[in-house]
């Protein structure tokens, strides 16, 4: 038996938040019951003999989107020393296989969740959307455990990967001296959570297994307090069933072994006040998915805070239900949100609540449209505000959106007689609700 080594990390320099602040800290998983001969004989992750699927994707650093599944994102990236050689196409591969697992697995353990991993359209199917980043530090320099989470925290902050709407697993592909912390995990109080894996740690331990356990931990698994939270430690796990997935250390069984909180007692799917992992926005509800119609209308696009949201015209999402999203209207070129509808009004924030029949439309409009006016006749026509006398003919450019009023005064000895073109009567007023680019001619015809 490898004793277990639990690693407190403190992620960050200059400034940067430590990942292990709030409520669940950082804390590594370790090996259990891996003897010399064992590890010998098992082929390294990321070797044909472990691979049943294949990843078919390509890389990006930025999140493809829109993403497949609404809402918020378990992101995978595959992370590597600075000197490390590139073997994403053989880990991206071992990367897609264990989310498949995990995804299996977890419907098997709860059929109404699974984790909501990003995903996106290759030309093969969907597929993992993978980042690669690499640390500031070598091979060398990240041997022992001290300060490798810590660098790859921040590998992925100056990658941009720090969304506090994500769970990033990672995948860290360096050689360690210390092959018995299998991965860490943990999250900080703005959302983001980080779960690693030490691909070349841990030989012959699922790394399916290990991931899952370690996203777990960024969900708030095992919250401070549960039943059977293993005693003299710095928390995060149970130490009733050893086959829990959150027991502290892990054999070479394959996930399918390992049970999501045996008896449902202790971090899922409970019944008692402390937090639970299965009311994680991370997962998706299979049971509760509900649909967002937005309806964009005009030069502009409408996007949302939780990830998965960016129209620039009309589409329909599907959410978990209740979800709350900030929306943010971004209008094209010299072009502005006129209003909000439905779900929200004025142009003003729009936070809404995914609920039944929710929906929201946008309109969009060029800033400014040019109202031209004529006259035939002796007469004037001004505009109540600045901008118009006309005699006999001008134009000017008005805010979009907003009725123009026209007044028309005859010359000594004629008289008004109607509008024509934007206006249509024979009152002397006229409202334009410049809704379009307009043009009025007024006539006067003589007393
Ligand atoms: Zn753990």
Redesign the pocket.
């Known amino acids: 038996m490898v004793a277990v080594a639990l690693a407190v990390v403190t992620a960050g320099t200059g400034g940067a938040t430590a990942v292990h602040a709030g409520e669940q800290g950082v ?1 590594g ?1 370790a090996l259990r019951d891996a003897t010399a001969s064992r590890v010998a004989n098992i082929a390294l992750p990321g070797s044909a003999a472990r691979t049943a699927a294949s990843w078919c994707g390509s890389v990006s650093q930025s999140d493809r989107t829109p993403n497949a599944i609404a809402g918020n994102p378990v992101r995978w990236v595959y992370a590597l020393p600075s000197d490390g050689q590139d073997r994403l196409s053989s880990i991206g591969d071992v990367m897609q296989t264990d989310a498949e697992q995990i995804d299996a697995w977890w419907r098997a353990q709860d059929p109404t969740h699974v984790p909501r991993n990003d995903l996106a359209q290759f030309s093969c199917g969907l597929q993992l959307d993978i980042a690669t980043v690499r640390t500031l530090e070598s091979s060398a320099e990240l041997s022992l455990l001290a300060g490798r989470f810590a660098a790859v925290f921040n590998a992925l902050n100056a990658a941009g990967l720090r969304s506090p709407f994500a769970k990033y697993v990672v995948y860290f592909d360096s050689a360690v001296s210390d092959a018995t912390v299998c991965g860490q ?1 943990g999250s900080d109080s703005s959302g983001f959570g980080l779960a690693v894996v030490y691909t070349q740690a841990c030989t012959g331990v699922s790394t399916a297994a290990v991931a899952a ?1 370690e996203l777990l ?1 960024t969900l708030g698994a095992v919250p401070e307090g549960a039943p059977n939270e293993c005693p003299d430690e710095d928390g ?2 149970t130490c009733d069933e050893s086959s829990d997935l959150m027991y ?1 250390s892990i054999d070479d069984a394959p996930l399918s072994t390992k049970v999501l909180d045996p008896g449902r007692n202790d971090y899922y799917g409970h019944s008692g006040a402390w937090a639970d992992a299965q009311d994680s926005p991370w997962l998706v509800r299979l049971d509760d998915q509900m649909p967002f119609a937005l309806s964009v209308s005009g030069p502009g696009s409408v996007g949302s805070d939780v990830p998965g949201l960016q129209c620039a015209q009309s589409c329909t999402t599907t959410w978990n239900a209740g979800t709350r999203l900030a929306l943010t209207a971004t209008p094209g070129p010299g072009a502005k949100l006129v209003r909000w509808g439905s779900a929200c009004v004025g142009a003003a924030g729009c936070t809404l609540a995914v609920e039944p029949g929710a929906r929201l439309s946008a309109l969009f409009a060029p800033a400014s449209f040019r109202l031209t006016v004529a006259v035939s006749g002796r007469g004037a026509v001004r505009s109540l505000k600045t901008g118009i006398t006309c005699r006999p003919r001008c134009s000017a450019t008005f805010p979009s959106y907003a009725p123009v009023k026209l007044t028309a005064t005859a010359t000594k000895g004629w008289r008004f007689r109607s509008w024509s073109g934007a206006c249509r009567r024979s009152k002397r007023t006229c409202s334009v609700p410049m809704t379009k680019a307009a043009s009025v001619r007024a006539v006067f015809v003589r007393a």
């Open positions: 804390e998983l995990g356990h931990h995060g796990h502290p």
